[in-house]
């Protein structure tokens, strides 16, 4: 073989090696480096307290109520009960009574519930209201279907001077706080529960009036109302069975069973 040949032969093997080298080299520094991961950086978040379950008007905290959530620390508001400021909330708010429907995950608010040492009823009653009760049956109270925070107007029913009957709104969406109830055994052997009581919020004007409403009326009706009528008002009341000013009486002009005037009568001289 010529000499020329073989050159070039052994240029060509060794620039073939060379070739393979670099590329072996290439394949493995790929191989060898790591994929790069994406960083994401968490929002910090708090614990807050919140409910472990739906609780209604009138229950009582327990531990097993009650969870511990993390929440947006960007979300927080005043007033939310965290790990914080109060770490024995769950201990020191055993037995606390709800003053308002609190909802499953929702945060316990210290306007939503009252102290333990409180008495029911009367931590339930914003101020400036009163509880008053009235009686009703299973005619007179939707059919047993008023429970507790639903509003309802009571409607009275009377006789005039000539012996016919009226009704008459005396009260307009007011809150019912509770039902007494007891079990009634039915005809085909079922018992359901129904009220025998209940006891409204009221104004103490309203209060004046149902008093005098329960002694006039031959009936008092409790009429359900519907939950889209919550933002309505809840202090009107038949002002004219109110006595005026300082105890005087009012004197009330009735013509065809319809009331047509009321005015105080004169001070005596």
Do not use: C, H
């Amino acid at each position: 073989m010529k000499p020329a040949r073989i050159i070039i032969l052994a240029v060509a093997v060794v620039s073939a090696g060379v070739a393979g080298f670099l590329a072996l080299q290439i394949a493995r520094g790929g191989a060898d480096k790591a994929p790069t991961e994406a960083v994401v950086e968490r929002e910090p978040t708090v614990n807050v307290l919140v409910a472990r379950e739906s609780l209604p008007v009138g229950a009582r905290l327990n531990p097993d109520s009650l969870i511990w959530a993390a929440w947006p620390e960007k979300s927080m508001v005043e007033g939310f009960i965290t790990d914080r400021n109060r770490p024995d909330a769950i201990e020191t708010l055993e037995g606390a009574i709800v003053r308002m429907p609190i909802f499953n995950g929702e945060p316990i608010r210290p306007e939503k519930i009252t102290d333990s040492s409180s008495r029911i009823m009367s931590s339930l009653l914003p101020a400036g209201k009163r509880a008053v009760a009235t009686e009703i049956s299973v005619a007179t109270g939707a059919g047993g279907f008023i429970l507790p925070n639903d509003r309802v107007d009571v409607v009275m029913v009377r006789r005039n001077d000539t012996g016919a009957y009226l009704t008459e709104n005396v009260l307009s969406n007011v809150r019912v706080l509770a039902i007494d109830q007891q079990i009634q055994e039915n005809e085909d052997g079922s018992k359901s529960v129904i009220g025998t009581t209940a006891t409204l919020e009221l104004t103490p004007d309203q209060t004046k009036v149902i008093a005098v409403a329960q002694q006039m009326a031959e009936r008092l009706s409790l009429a359900l109302r519907s939950v889209a009528d919550a933002q309505e008002p809840d202090t009107t009341a038949a002002d004219y069975l109110l006595s005026g000013g300082a105890g005087m009486p009012v004197i009330q002009v009735i013509k065809t069973g319809e009331i047509v005037s009321g005015n105080r009568s004169a001070e005596p001289r």
